[in-house]
């Protein structure tokens, strides 16, 4: 079976924006240290922003989205506009994900996605680089912080599990359904453009909360709705307690999950508290 997108003929590697300077927009393809190709946009601070928050030229932000999105998604692209009111924002597809290459491994291999897109961006120049993951995307960036330990200036966590294998809701439930068998797989092949590795985790990666303590001293916000269908409150709690103190726990009242429950309002605070906490790395 083909590891290219679902429903796609082979394309041009030529992306709409054209590779100029760090304060142009650029659309490429990254390759991961294990050969895999990402599909990567940057998008420079947005032009007209609110005078009271003007973005900061240093500060990127690193979208890691859920599992099933991808970097043309519109709740993945709205969160990116959101942020660009306060700085640079870079964005992905991970593997198996939309035009990228490869099958999903649901949170193990994607840290090397997230890492060829971290070093990309300081390349780039940027001296400041805040990871923001949702779902899956949440506990890629706990453990990709805890494995390449002073690579970012600040960890936001948004709607992440807590360990691995939980199908304590009726949506998880579908989730390992969808990702352990066969159906499943096609399903996500073709209902939502989301290529899944058919092999089990061997060995098993490090679990959410045995990443956080290892995250110290980066900066962490966790951030989590009261109202998440897919993951209850003891999720983050257990996340926050991991790191002894060093996270920022936010429990947001009436909050559902990941991207599609993130508001401009939480955006802008999210951006806030990483500008207020990101230090050059």
């Known amino acids: 079976m083909s590891d290219g997108p679902a429903g796609h003929v082979a394309r041009s590697t030529v992306r709409p924006y054209g590779e100029t300077t760090q304060h142009a ?17 940057y998008d420079p601070p947005a ?6 928050r003007p973005p900061s030229g240093d500060l990127v932000f690193v979208v890691a989205h859920g599992f099933t999105g991808d970097v043309d998604r519109p709740h993945v692209r709205r969160v990116v506009a959101g942020l660009r ?19 999903s ?22 001296r400041r680089v805040v ?34 294998y939980y199908r304590g809701t009726a949506p998880m439930r579908r989730l390992h359904w969808l990702v352990t068998r066969p ?46 269908g897919y993951f209850p409150l003891d999720h983050p709690r257990a ?6 103190g060093h996270a920022d726990l936010w429990l947001e009242p009436g909050m559902g999950h990941a991207e599609h429950a993130t508001d401009e309002a939480l955006l802008d605070r999210i951006a806030d508290w990483a500008a207020a906490h990101a230090r050059a790395a």
């Open 239 to 244: 996340l926050a307690d991991a790191s002894a």
């Open 47 to 52: 032009v007209v922003y609110d005078a009271s």
């Open 85 to 103: 009111r306060h700085g640079a924002v870079a964005a992905f597809s991970f593997r198996g994900h939309g035009a990228s290459g490869g099958r």
């Open 131 to 164: 990871t923001v993951g949702f779902s899956m995307g949440g506990s890629v960036v706990l453990r990709h912080a805890a494995l390449h330990a002073g690579t970012v200036s600040a960890v936001v966590s948004v709607s992440a599990p807590a360990r691995w």
């Open 183 to 228: 159906a499943g797989r096609l399903v996500g092949r073709y209902g939502f453009r989301t290529r899944i590795h058919h092999r089990d985790w061997d060995p098993v990666p490090l679990s959410p909360v045995e990443a956080v303590p290892r995250t110290a001293p980066t900066p962490l916000l966790v951030v989590h709705g009261d109202s998440d």
């Open 105 to 126: 491994t649901v949170g193990d291999r994607e840290v090397l996605d997230l890492d060829a897109v971290v070093r990309r961006v300081r390349d780039l120049g940027h």
């Open 25 to 41: 927009p650029l659309r490429t393809f990254l390759r991961t240290a294990d050969g895999v190709s990402v599909d990567f946009v």
